[in-house]
């Protein structure tokens, strides 16, 4: 691969360092790519989590079995149960639980075979 001159160099160096129109179109261009390759990823994760909201929006969980489908769906799909039509909410339970009632007591028993 063949190198740049050195003369080359010094000369971009020499637009950088001397306040000439040329230096300040350069180190504008430098400026605004910067500020592209910076803004770009900020907007994209804004959009991102924009959408993320307007989706949870159009959701609702199944009462049943904790599914989360859209809003409109008359059967929940993974369990059969037919879903509330008046639903406006966004995905959340209505239902106020406490975790002591749900938790699953799991105990040990020995188990002899018959052979």
Not at 47 to 58: D, T
Not at 69 to 80: L, W
């Amino acid at each position: 691969m063949k190198r740049p001159p050195a003369l080359l160099w010094f000369a971009v160096l020499l637009l950088l360092l001397l306040p000439t129109a040329a230096g300040r179109v350069l180190l504008d261009l430098v400026g605004g790519l910067a500020l592209v390759l910076l803004a770009v990823p900020l907007l994209l994760t804004g959009l991102g989590w924009i959408g993320w909201k307007v989706l949870q929006s159009r959701m609702v969980i199944c009462q049943a079995c904790g599914t989360t489908v859209f809003k409109g769906v008359e059967r929940c799909p993974a369990c059969g149960t037919s879903m509330p039509l008046d639903s406006s909410g966004p995905a959340t339970s209505n239902t106020a639980v406490p975790a002591s009632d749900v938790t699953i007591d799991v105990t040990a028993q020995e188990v002899k075979s018959d052979s």
